[in-house]
């Protein structure tokens, strides 16, 4: 079980990535599709649910065109 101070930072960092893929004009569906994910896997992360793979997150910035480092951003 997670403990408080990880679904805090799970739920900052899906914040982080909701506001960079709206930034870029992205929809989840167009996200998804482009990454091969489902669409509620994307919500999930977004939402802080799960704790995605470090491989998924890098695929994630780079679709969305921005580094890893730019997804912690200031977590």
């Known amino acids: 079980m997670k ?7 799970l739920k900052a960092l899906g914040q982080k990535i909701k506001k960079i893929r709206t930034e870029k004009g ?3 569906a167009q996200l998804s599709a482009d ?4 669409i509620s896997q994307i919500s ?9 793979s470090v491989l ?4 994630i910035a780079s679709l969305l065109n921005v580094s890893i ?7």
């Open 69 to 75: 480092k730019d997804l912690f951003g200031s977590l």
């Open 56 to 59: 998924n997150l890098k695929k």
């Open 35 to 38: 990454l091969g994910m489902e």
């Open 3 to 9: 403990n408080n101070e990880d679904i805090l930072f």
């Open 26 to 28: 992205y929809t989840q």
């Open 44 to 52: 999930r992360i977004e939402r802080g649910v799960v704790n995605t």
